[in-house]
């Protein structure tokens, strides 16, 4: 059953490797700008989010760890 206007799997441009360069090319093109974008977000991420574990306040500082 086949509908009426709908493709054959030869006449699709990316079947069985017959894409056309500049879908090739654009394809790449994502994959690296996503790579990069990540990258740089990554590093961001690494370098300014430093988790505060100091739960305490003036009023209530928490744990003493010094020796006494």
């Known amino acids: 059953m086949r509908l009426e206007g709908e493709p054959t799997l030869s006449q699709i441009d990316d079947y069985n ?16 700008g996503l790579l990069i974008v990540s990258a740089i977000y990554g590093f961001i991420k690494f370098n300014f989010s430093t988790p505060s ?4 306040t003036p009023e209530n500082p928490g744990i003493n760890t010094a020796r006494e």
């Open 53 to 56: 574990d100091y739960i305490g």
């Open 17 to 32: 490797g017959t894409a056309t360069p500049e879908k090739k090319k654009l394809v790449r093109n994502i994959v690296i």
